[in-house]
Each structure stands twice: as C-alpha cells, then as structure tokens.
C-alpha cells in the first residue's frame, strides 16, 4: 500500500506560482505511475498531469500545458507539481494519487489517493 499526502496549496494572485508536493510512505514508491487531479466545486474530477515510474515519460492536460510541471525524486518518494502563470481557472482542490498502470488520465485507474491540497487563484 502507499499513503499519500500533499501539501503547499494556498492562496495566489493570478499570474503567480506554487509548488505542490506530495509526500509517500510505504514502499514500492518508484513501481506507481504518479498523477495530480483536480475537483472544483461542482466539477468532476479532472486529470492534471502524471509521471510515470521511471521518470522518462510525463503527461499534462492541454489546459496546464506550457506552465505547469511535474516531476518526481523516487529516493525522497515524493512527486511535485510546479505551476506557475496561474489563472483563476485553475482553482480547485487538488490530489495526487497512484496507479500501477503505465499511464492512464482517467481518475477510476488510480488505486491511491492522498487528502487533497486546496489551491486558489484570485483575480
């Protein structure tokens, strides 16, 4: 099993950055495919970006193309989600969770979820 949490949501102007992490426990960290969703409220949860196990491959939603990044250090067990140019839009709470798939953007793949870093972006 792996237990997941993030941390670094806050509150940023537009335009601004932040850097989320998300801290792992457990072992096996580096056999999971890492990936970032997000849910505002009303919304159904939506694929950000993932990384897959071996660091080679990275995966973004082509509405975080460009300004968002996602990276992960398998000996800190911890995978990161550097975004920066945020819009207001982008605004919501946001997971990191882990498959055993390859890759996949749909949040039913994920086995393992953390509790959520809420992330917001004022005008």
């Known amino acids: 099993q792996v237990q997941l949490v993030e941390s670094g949501g806050g509150l940023v102007q537009a335009g601004g950055s932040l850097r989320l992490s998300c801290a792992a426990s457990?072992?096996?960290?580096?056999?999971?495919?890492m990936g970032w969703f997000r849910q505002a409220p009303g919304k159904e949860r939506e694929f950000v970006a993932a990384?897959?196990?071996?660091?080679?491959?990275?995966y973004y939603a082509d509405s975080v193309k460009g300004r968002f990044t996602i990276s992960r250090d398998n000996a800190k067990k911890t995978t990161y989600l550097q975004m920066n140019s945020l819009k207001p839009e982008d605004t919501a709470l946001y997971y990191c969770?882990?498959?055993?798939?390859?890759?996949?953007?749909?949040?039913?793949?994920?086995?393992?979820w953390g509790q959520g870093t809420q992330v917001t972006v004022s005008s």
């Open positions: 969770a882990a498959t055993s798939d390859y890759y996949s953007s749909s949040p039913l793949r994920y086995d393992y």
């Open positions: 457990g072992r096996a960290f580096s056999s999971y495919t």
């Open positions: 990384i897959s196990r071996s660091v080679s491959s990275t």
